[in-house]
C-alpha cells in the first residue's frame, strides 16, 4: 500500500544527496579559485620561500586538486572537518558548540514563529479584505521589509537600554542554566521572528484562500460549519504542501541566515564563526561550515517534499 | 412557532424572491443586476419539485435560497424564504448555520469536487450530523452504511474508509446522497446531480435518488436543465427563465401540455429531420486498424481502430468518456501520433505526427471544442479569429480579408458589427458560432466536432447542430462529430461509430447501427438517453442487459 510513497521517498532522499556531493565538489572549487595562498597567508608577509614550500608540503597544497577533494570529502564522511589553520584547533570540536548554540536559537525562534504565522494567516483569510486581514498582513510586511539588524538594534535599544529586561549581548557558556539561557536568546530569537513571520504568513493565506474556491469547500459550508472550522477542518488539510515548504524554507533560513543577527548580539553560534574565519581567510573552517548549511538546507526542503507527498492522499492512498 | 399564514404539510415557502448580485464589466463602472424576479413557490414535505431551465435561468439561486446561501457576491433582497414555519431569512447567520445540513442538505453537480479529497468519505458523510448533534458517531455511522446499501453502493460496509479518488464518479455522486440523507433533514437540495455523469451512469444514480426520496419522505428541490431527467423524479416542475417564472405545473402537465411556448420549445427541442445521406463510392478519408497509447503506457487507448468518411457526409462517433472518442480525432489530427496503423486522406497516408504535415494537409483538417471559451484567444477579437486562417492558409490580407469574414459571419448568421467584439462579449452559442466560422475560414475537407453541443443549453445546441447541417449542404464540408449524446447523434450522422474501452462495437449507416438486433452495449446506450415519458426509467432499468462501466 505504501509502495508508492516509499519510492518516492527514496528518490527524493537519493536526490538529496546526490546534491550534496554536487554542493561539496562546488564549495571545495569556490575555495580554490579564490585568490590568495593559504600558506602565505599564515606565514605572512615575511616569510622566506623555503619556509613557504616547506608549509605546503606539510598542507598538502602542492598535490592535484581532485586528490585534495578527496582527502576532505573522506575525512568530512568521518567526522573529521580538519582543522582550522588560523588557530590550529580541530574544527569539528569547535563548530559543536557552536552548531549547538545555532539550533537552540534556530528551534525556539521557530517554535514562536510557525504557529504564530500560520494561526495569524487562517485568521487573516477568515477575515479575508476586512481590516483584521489588512492590519495583520501590512504588520507583518513591515517586519520583514526592515532589515533585521534594524530591528535588531530597536530591539536592544528598547529592551536592553531603556527598560532593561533582556540583555543586549546574549552570551551563552556550556553549563548555563535553562531559564537564564532562555532570556539570553530573547532578543536574537525575537528578532529571527520578526523577519521570518510575514513571508509563511502570506504563505498560507495565499495557499488557503486557493482552496477557499474549491467547490469543497461550498460543500463544507453548506453543512453548517462556522467559517473558522471551514478553514480549518477544509481549507487547511489541503494547503498544507505548500505552506510546509515555506515553513521549510525559512527554518533552513533560520540556521543558515542567522549571520548578520548572531553579530549584532555576540551570540556564539554557526553565523558568526563563519563570519569570524572569512575574514582570516581560513578555508578550511569556511569549507567546513559551508558544507554544513549546504546540508541544512538539502535536508530541509527533502523534509518539505516528502511531507508533501505524506500529505497528498492520492499517494498515501492509491487506488 | 408556526406561522398563522402556514398550510399544515407545507414545507417551503418562497415568496417574491428577489436575488441580485452586483457585476464588473471590463472597462464600466460595477453594476447591479437582478437574477431572480419575485418568483415565488411552494412545496409540500415529502414532494419532489423540479427546477428547470436554460443556464443563467437563477434555478440554482432559487435552489441555494431555500439555506440562504448566495454564492461570489449574490445577494437576497428581497422576499421571504419560510422554511417550517420562520422566515429563515430573519434568522442572520447562526439560523443559516442551524438549518444548514440539519433541515436543508445539498448535493452538488460534481461529487467529485464536492468532496474533499483530504478526508474520508464516512467522515465527510456524517460530518453535519454530528455537527448538529442530531446522533452520536456510532448512530450516524450506522445510518450512513444503511443508506449506502439504500443507494447499491458496492461494500456498503467499507465504502466509507475510502479516499474520494478511490471511488469512481457515479458512485461518488450517490456517497453524496447519503450525505445528505444522513442527518434526516426535511428538504434536499439536488443540484444538477446527474449532469457531469455518462448516461449509462446517470440511469443507475436517477434510480438509486428517486428511490432514496421515496423511502424517506424527504422533499427535494432537484434542478437541471434537462427536462427528460427532472420528469423522472418530480411532481411538479417548474420552468424559469431569465430569473423569471414560465410556468409551474405537475409532471404530466408540463411534458405533455405545456401552456407555454418556451415550455413548449423545451420539451421538443431535440427534433430535426435529417434524411441519411448513402455512403458515396470511395471515402476522401480512412482510419485503419490505428491503435494508439498514451507515454509509454501498456495500455492502448485506441484498439485497432477503422473508419471511413465521406465527402460531405457525417460520421458520428459516440461512447462514454474514456471510450476513446476524443483520442481517435487526435490520431487522425496527429496530435497523438498512432503506434500502429494508418490515416489515409485523398488516396495517399498522412504523416503520422502532426510536424510532418504540410500546411496544405493541416487546412484540410480543422476542429471545434467542446468549451468555445477556452478555444478562443480572449484579447484578439473575432474579426482576428476568424482572420486568421485567412492569412495563414490564403494568404488574404486587408480589405479582402475583412471580406471575406464579413461573409463568413453572415454565414453563422452573426452579423457584421460582431468583427469589432472581444469573445468575453459574446453568449456560449455565439461563441460556438465564431469557431465553427474559424474552421470553415480554412476550407477544409473534413471538420472535427468533439462534443461541441455539450456544454451549451438544449436550445442553443440545437440552433448549433441546424447552422451545422445547413452549412454542410453549402460548403460540401464533412464531419467527424464525437459526441457522447445520442439524441444529437440522431438528428446529424449519416453513419455512426459507437466505441468502447478503445474499440468500435459497431458501425455503419445511421440506419443500421439506430436498428435492432443490438450488441449489449449500443443497447445499454441507446436505453440509457432519457425520455420525456413518465415511468421512462422504471421500464429502462428493467430491461437492461448489462451493467454499465461506471459501477
Given at each position: 500500500?505504501?509502495?508508492?510513497?516509499?519510492?518516492?521517498?527514496?528518490?527524493?532522499?537519493?536526490?538529496?544527496?546526490?546534491?550534496?556531493?554536487?554542493?561539496?565538489?562546488?564549495?571545495?572549487?569556490?575555495?580554490?579559485?579564490?585568490?590568495?595562498?593559504?600558506?602565505?597567508?599564515?606565514?605572512?608577509?615575511?616569510?622566506?620561500?623555503?619556509?613557504?614550500?616547506?608549509?605546503?608540503?606539510?598542507l598538502?597544497?602542492?598535490?592535484?586538486?581532485?586528490?585534495?577533494?578527496?582527502?576532505?570529502?573522506?575525512?568530512?564522511l568521518?567526522?573529521?572537518?580538519?582543522?582550522?589553520?588560523s588557530?590550529g584547533?580541530?574544527?569539528?570540536?569547535?563548530?559543536?558548540?557552536?552548531?549547538?548554540?545555532?539550533?537552540?536559537?534556530?528551534?525556539?525562534?521557530?517554535?514562536?514563529?510557525?504557529?504564530?504565522?500560520?494561526?495569524?494567516?487562517?485568521?487573516?483569510?477568515r477575515?479575508?479584505?476586512?481590516?483584521?486581514d489588512?492590519?495583520?498582513?501590512?504588520?507583518?510586511?513591515?517586519?520583514?521589509?526592515?532589515?533585521?539588524?534594524?530591528i535588531?538594534y530597536?530591539?536592544?535599544?528598547?529592551?536592553?537600554?531603556?527598560?532593561?529586561?533582556?540583555?543586549?549581548?546574549?552570551?551563552?557558556?556550556?553549563?548555563?542554566?535553562?531559564?537564564?539561557?532562555?532570556?539570553?536568546?530573547?532578543?536574537?530569537?525575537?528578532?529571527?521572528?520578526?523577519?521570518?513571520?510575514?513571508?509563511?504568513?502570506?504563505?498560507?493565506?495565499?495557499?488557503?484562500?486557493?482552496?477557499?474556491?474549491?467547490?469543497?469547500?461550498?460543500?463544507?459550508?453548506?453543512?453548517?460549519?462556522?467559517?473558522?472550522?471551514?478553514?480549518?477542518?477544509?481549507?487547511?488539510?489541503?494547503?498544507i504542501?505548500?505552506?510546509?515548504?515555506?515553513?521549510?524554507?525559512?527554518?533552513?533560513?533560520?540556521?543558515?541566515?542567522?549571520?548578520?543577527?548572531?553579530?549584532?548580539f555576540?551570540?556564539?553560534?554557526?553565523?558568526?564563526y563563519?563570519?569570524?574565519?572569512?575574514?582570516?581567510?581560513?578555508?578550511?573552517?569556511?569549507?567546513?561550515?559551508?558544507?554544513?548549511?549546504?546540508?541544512?538546507?538539502?535536508?530541509?526542503?527533502?523534509?518539505?517534499?516528502?511531507?508533501?507527498?505524506?500529505?497528498?492522499?492520492?499517494?498515501?492512498?492509491?487506488? | 412557532?408556526?406561522d398563522?399564514?402556514?398550510?399544515?404539510?407545507?414545507?417551503?415557502?418562497?415568496?417574491?424572491?428577489?436575488?441580485?448580485?452586483?457585476?464588473?464589466?471590463?472597462?464600466?463602472?460595477?453594476?447591479?443586476?437582478?437574477?431572480?424576479?419575485?418568483?415565488?413557490?411552494?412545496?409540500?414535505?415529502?414532494?419532489?419539485?423540479?427546477?428547470?431551465?436554460?443556464?443563467?435561468?437563477?434555478?440554482?439561486?432559487?435552489?441555494?435560497?431555500?439555506?440562504?446561501?448566495?454564492?461570489?457576491?449574490?445577494?437576497?433582497?428581497?422576499?421571504?424564504?419560510?422554511?417550517?414555519?420562520?422566515?429563515?431569512?430573519?434568522?442572520?447567520?447562526?439560523?443559516?448555520?442551524?438549518?444548514?445540513?440539519?433541515?436543508?442538505?445539498?448535493?452538488?453537480?460534481?461529487?467529485?469536487?464536492?468532496?474533499?479529497?483530504?478526508?474520508?468519505?464516512?467522515?465527510?458523510?456524517?460530518?453535519?450530523?454530528?455537527?448538529?448533534?442530531?446522533?452520536?458517531?456510532?448512530?450516524?455511522?450506522?445510518?450512513?452504511?444503511?443508506l449506502?446499501?439504500?443507494?447499491?453502493?458496492?461494500?456498503?460496509?467499507?465504502?466509507?474508509?475510502?479516499?474520494?479518488?478511490?471511488?469512481?464518479?457515479?458512485?461518488?455522486?450517490?456517497?453524496?446522497?447519503?450525505?445528505?440523507?444522513?442527518?434526516?433533514?426535511?428538504?434536499?437540495?439536488?443540484?444538477?446531480?446527474?449532469?457531469?455523469?455518462?448516461?449509462?451512469?446517470?440511469?443507475?444514480?436517477?434510480?438509486?435518488?428517486?428511490?432514496?426520496?421515496?423511502?424517506?419522505?424527504?422533499?427535494?428541490?432537484?434542478?437541471?436543465?434537462?427536462?427528460?431527467?427532472?420528469?423522472?423524479?418530480?411532481?411538479?416542475?417548474?420552468?424559469?427563465?431569465?430569473?423569471?417564472?414560465?410556468?409551474?405545473?405537475?409532471?404530466?402537465?408540463?411534458?405533455?401540455?405545456?401552456?407555454?411556448?418556451?415550455?413548449?420549445?423545451?420539451?421538443s427541442?431535440?427534433?430535426?429531420?435529417?434524411?441519411?445521406?448513402?455512403?458515396?463510392?470511395?471515402?476522401f478519408?480512412?482510419?485503419?486498424?490505428?491503435?494508439?497509447?498514451?507515454?509509454?503506457?501498456?495500455?492502448?487507448?485506441?484498439?485497432?481502430?477503422?473508419?471511413?468518411?465521406?465527402?460531405?457526409?457525417?460520421?458520428?462517433?459516440?461512447?462514454?468518456?474514456?471510450?476513446?472518442?476524443?483520442?481517435?480525432?487526435?490520431?487522425?489530427?496527429?496530435?497523438?501520433?498512432?503506434?500502429?496503423?494508418?490515416?489515409t486522406?485523398?488516396?495517399?497516408?498522412?504523416?503520422?505526427?502532426?510536424?510532418?504535415?504540410?500546411?496544405?494537409?493541416?487546412?484540410?483538417?480543422?476542429?471545434?471544442?467542446?468549451?468555445?471559451?477556452?478555444?478562443?484567444?480572449?484579447?484578439?477579437?473575432?474579426?482576428?479569429?476568424?482572420?486568421?486562417?485567412?492569412?495563414?492558409?490564403?494568404?488574404?490580407?486587408g480589405?479582402?480579408?475583412?471580406?471575406?469574414?464579413?461573409?463568413?459571419?453572415?454565414?453563422?448568421?452573426?452579423?457584421?458589427?460582431?468583427?469589432?467584439?472581444?469573445?468575453?462579449?459574446?453568449?456560449?452559442?455565439?461563441?460556438?458560432?465564431?469557431?465553427?466560422?474559424?474552421?470553415?475560414?480554412?476550407?477544409?475537407?473534413?471538420?472535427?466536432?468533439?462534443?461541441?453541443?455539450?456544454?451549451?443549453?438544449?436550445?442553443?445546441?440545437?440552433?448549433?447542430?441546424?447552422?451545422?447541417?445547413?452549412?454542410?449542404?453549402?460548403?460540401?464540408v464533412?464531419?467527424?462529430?464525437?459526441?457522447?449524446?445520442?439524441?444529437?447523434?440522431?438528428?446529424?450522422?449519416?453513419?455512426?461509430?459507437?466505441?468502447?474501452?478503445?474499440?468500435?462495437?459497431?458501425?455503419?449507416?445511421?440506419?443500421?447501427v439506430?436498428?435492432?438486433?443490438?450488441?449489449?452495449?449500443?443497447?445499454?446506450?441507446?436505453?440509457?438517453?432519457?425520455?420525456?415519458?413518465?415511468?421512462?426509467?422504471?421500464?429502462?432499468?428493467?430491461?437492461?442487459?448489462?451493467?454499465s462501466?461506471?459501477?
Amino acid at each position: 500500500m505504501s509502495s508508492p510513497i516509499l519510492k518516492l521517498v527514496a528518490q527524493r532522499v537519493a536526490l538529496g544527496i546526490l546534491l550534496l556531493l554536487a554542493v561539496s565538489v562546488l564549495i571545495f572549487a569556490g575555495t580554490q579559485i579564490l585568490p590568495g595562498d593559504v600558506a602565505q597567508a599564515i606565514l605572512g608577509q615575511s616569510a622566506t620561500p623555503e619556509s613557504l614550500a616547506n608549509l605546503r608540503e606539510q598542507l598538502g597544497l602542492n598535490q592535484p586538486a581532485y586528490l585534495r577533494y578527496f582527502h576532505w570529502l573522506g575525512g568530512v564522511l568521518t567526522g573529521d572537518l580538519g582543522t582550522a589553520m588560523s588557530s590550529g584547533q580541530d574544527i569539528a570540536t569547535s563548530i559543536k558548540g557552536r552548531l549547538w548554540n545555532t539550533l537552540f536559537l534556530a528551534f525556539w525562534a521557530a517554535i514562536v514563529a510557525v504557529p504564530l504565522a500560520i494561526i495569524l494567516g487562517l485568521i487573516a483569510v477568515r477575515y479575508r479584505n476586512g481590516w483584521v486581514d489588512k492590519l495583520i498582513s501590512g504588520l507583518a510586511l513591515a517586519s520583514t521589509s526592515f532589515p533585521e539588524f534594524f530591528i535588531g538594534y530597536v530591539l536592544v535599544y528598547f529592551f536592553a537600554v531603556k527598560w532593561q529586561i533582556f540583555p543586549g549581548i546574549s552570551t551563552v557558556y556550556d553549563g548555563m542554566p535553562f531559564g537564564e539561557r532562555m532570556q539570553a536568546i530573547a532578543l536574537p530569537a525575537t528578532a529571527l521572528t520578526l523577519v521570518v513571520l510575514a513571508h509563511m504568513m502570506r504563505m498560507t493565506r495565499a495557499a488557503i484562500l486557493n482552496v477557499m474556491q474549491s467547490a469543497y469547500v461550498e460543500t463544507a459550508e453548506l453543512k453548517g460549519l462556522s467559517a473558522f472550522n471551514v478553514i480549518r477542518k477544509h481549507a487547511f488539510p489541503n494547503a498544507i504542501a505548500p505552506i510546509i515548504n515555506v515553513v521549510m524554507l525559512n527554518l533552513a533560513y533560520l540556521i543558515v541566515g542567522v549571520v548578520v543577527v548572531e553579530v549584532i548580539f555576540v551570540y556564539p553560534g554557526m553565523g558568526q564563526y563563519l563570519v569570524d574565519h572569512v575574514t582570516k581567510r581560513d578555508v578550511p573552517v569556511v569549507q567546513a561550515v559551508g558544507l554544513i548549511f549546504a546540508a541544512v538546507y538539502i535536508s530541509l526542503n527533502i523534509i518539505a517534499d516528502i511531507a508533501a507527498i505524506v500529505a497528498n492522499p492520492r499517494l498515501r492512498h492509491p487506488k | 412557532m408556526a406561522d398563522s399564514k402556514a398550510k399544515p404539510g407545507l414545507l417551503l415557502d418562497i415568496r417574491n424572491l428577489r436575488i441580485e448580485a452586483t457585476v464588473f464589466p471590463p472597462g464600466e463602472p460595477p453594476k447591479n443586476i437582478v437574477l431572480v424576479h419575485d418568483v415565488s413557490l411552494t412545496l409540500e414535505k415529502g414532494k419532489v419539485l423540479g427546477l428547470i431551465g436554460e443556464s443563467g435561468a437563477g434555478k440554482s439561486t432559487i435552489g441555494l435560497s431555500s439555506m440562504g446561501y448566495g454564492r461570489g457576491g449574490v445577494r437576497i433582497t428581497g422576499g421571504e424564504v419560510i422554511l417550517n414555519g420562520r422566515d429563515i431569512l430573519k434568522g442572520g447567520k447562526d439560523g443559516f448555520r442551524k438549518l444548514r445540513g440539519r433541515e436543508v442538505c445539498y448535493v452538488a453537480q460534481s461529487a467529485a469536487a464536492a468532496f474533499n479529497p483530504a478526508h474520508r468519505l464516512m467522515d465527510q458523510v456524517v460530518e453535519a450530523t454530528l455537527l448538529h448533534g442530531t446522533a452520536t458517531r456510532a448512530e450516524a455511522e450506522k445510518r450512513a452504511v444503511a443508506l449506502f446499501k439504500k443507494l447499491s453502493l458496492p461494500n456498503p460496509e467499507t465504502i466509507g474508509e475510502r479516499f474520494p479518488h478511490q471511488v469512481s464518479g457515479g458512485q461518488l455522486q450517490r456517497v453524496m446522497t447519503a450525505m445528505a440523507l444522513c442527518s434526516e433533514p426535511d428538504l434536499i437540495v439536488f443540484d444538477e446531480p446527474t449532469t457531469a455523469l455518462d448516461v449509462t451512469t446517470q440511469i443507475d444514480v436517477l434510480a438509486a435518488i428517486k428511490d432514496a426520496i421515496r423511502d424517506t419522505h424527504v422533499a427535494a428541490l432537484y434542478i437541471t436543465h434537462d427536462l427528460a431527467v427532472v420528469a423522472q423524479v418530480s411532481d411538479e416542475i417548474m420552468v424559469l427563465r431569465h430569473g423569471r417564472l414560465v410556468e409551474w405545473g405537475g409532471t404530466r402537465q408540463i411534458i405533455k401540455e405545456p401552456r407555454q411556448e418556451y415550455t413548449n420549445a423545451l420539451v421538443s427541442v431535440h427534433e430535426i429531420e435529417h434524411a441519411e445521406q448513402k455512403p458515396g463510392m470511395t471515402p476522401f478519408l480512412s482510419v485503419k486498424n490505428v491503435t494508439a497509447a498514451y507515454g509509454r503506457s501498456q495500455i492502448k487507448v485506441l484498439k485497432n481502430v477503422s473508419v471511413d468518411i465521406y465527402p460531405g457526409q457525417t460520421l458520428a462517433v459516440v461512447g462514454e468518456s474514456g471510450s476513446g472518442k476524443s483520442t481517435l480525432a487526435r490520431a487522425i489530427t496527429g496530435l497523438l501520433p498512432p503506434e500502429q496503423g494508418t490515416v489515409t486522406f485523398d488516396g495517399r497516408p498522412l504523416a503520422n505526427r502532426l510536424a510532418d504535415r504540410p500546411k496544405e494537409d493541416l487546412r484540410q483538417l480543422q476542429m471545434i471544442y467542446q468549451m468555445p471559451d477556452v478555444a478562443m484567444n480572449p484579447r484578439q477579437t473575432v474579426g482576428t479569429i476568424i482572420g486568421r486562417p485567412l492569412e495563414f492558409y490564403f494568404g488574404i490580407r486587408g480589405r479582402e480579408r475583412d471580406k471575406r469574414v464579413a461573409e463568413l459571419l453572415d454565414k453563422i448568421e452573426m452579423g457584421k458589427g460582431f468583427s469589432d467584439r472581444y469573445p468575453a462579449e459574446l453568449s456560449g452559442g455565439q461563441k460556438q458560432r465564431v469557431c465553427i466560422a474559424r474552421s470553415l475560414a480554412a476550407k477544409p475537407k473534413l471538420i472535427i466536432c468533439d462534443e461541441v453541443t455539450s456544454a451549451l443549453d438544449p436550445l442553443v445546441a440545437h440552433g448549433i447542430l441546424e447552422l451545422l447541417l445547413e452549412l454542410q449542404k453549402e460548403e460540401n464540408v464533412a464531419y467527424l462529430f464525437i459526441t457522447h449524446d445520442l439524441a444529437t447523434v440522431k438528428s446529424i450522422a449519416d453513419s455512426i461509430a459507437v466505441m468502447y474501452r478503445g474499440e468500435v462495437v459497431r458501425y455503419g449507416p445511421k440506419s443500421q447501427v439506430l436498428a435492432p438486433p443490438f450488441d449489449a452495449y449500443t443497447d445499454l446506450l441507446l436505453s440509457s438517453v432519457p425520455e420525456m415519458e413518465i415511468g421512462w426509467l422504471e421500464k429502462a432499468i428493467k430491461g437492461r442487459r448489462m451493467a454499465s462501466a461506471g459501477n
